[in-house]
């Protein structure tokens, strides 16, 4: 904390009346706050704001129209487009975080979302399970008020690959491989931590460009060239860490 800052963490409620009037008393001064405003048809407000000591301040709320977003997904080769979990979260309001399951043409149809920044990702129905999982390519929206958004994802066919790892001239008996993208490629995937033993490993991996780090326990080393994992059904990396 920095001194003579003030840190305040709640939440206040209040419910307008007839006249859709509200009072919201006990704000904390030089903090910043985020008032929301919600009717029962999904209108809502938001704004970010912050009060100085002793002020009263009398604001007009304007609640904007409810909006629809629909994300097509669709694969690049014979990929399937059933199941995959699509997950929609708030930049502006973070309380919103929404996942859908597609439907077998791909779509996902979610209505009364309020106006705002989104973040979107969607992940491979094959690896919501597993610690392998990479949600396919993240997008960010701005969803204007009463606006029907139609976002297009494109999804890979993911590849099969089959690594081994040897750290100076050793296979080591434990690692992490991270698997980080590198912005500027067609696409943009989170990050891809996998847990190794006995050298080799096996997983599904979009195709892209890759930073690669290894790490060993009190240890990481970085690959000092990007790993590309191709296009195709099937690939093999020989990971190497030399002396830094």
């Not at 326990?217 to 191709?230: C, H, I, N, S």
């Amino acid at each position: 904390p920095v001194p003579g800052s003030v840190t305040w963490v709640g939440r206040l409620r209040a419910a307008a009346d007839g006249d859709g009037a509200f009072r919201l008393a006990g704000l904390p001064a030089g903090v910043p706050l985020r008032i929301t405003a919600r009717d029962s048809d999904g209108h809502c407000f938001h704004v970010e704001t912050e009060f100085s000591p002793g002020e009263v301040r009398k604001t007009d709320v304007m609640l904007a129209a409810p909006s629809r977003m629909v994300v097509k997904l669709t694969p690049r080769g014979s990929g399937t487009r059933t199941g995959h979990r699509v997950r929609i979260q708030g930049i502006d309001d973070p309380s919103i975080d929404l996942e859908v399951h597609s439907d077998e043409a791909g779509m996902v149809r979610v209505k009364d979302v309020p106006p705002g920044r989104y973040k979107v990702a969607a992940v491979h129905p094959k690896e919501d399970k597993s610690r392998a999982a990479v949600r396919a390519r993240i997008m960010e929206v701005d969803l204007r008020s009463g606006q029907e958004l139609q976002l297009p994802i494109e999804v890979p066919d993911y590849t099969l690959v089959t690594g081994a790892i040897t750290v100076k001239g050793k296979t080591p008996a434990v690692a992490r491989v991270g698997f980080g993208p590198i912005e500027g490629t067609s696409d943009h995937y989170e990050p891809l931590l996998l847990d190794v033993r006995g050298g080799r490993f096996t997983a599904r991996i979009p195709p892209g460009t890759y930073h690669v780090n290894v790490n060993l326990p009190g240890k990481r080393f970085e690959l000092p060239e990007p790993v590309v994992v191709p296009e195709e059904p099937t690939a093999s990396l020989q990971l190497v860490v030399e002396e830094p």
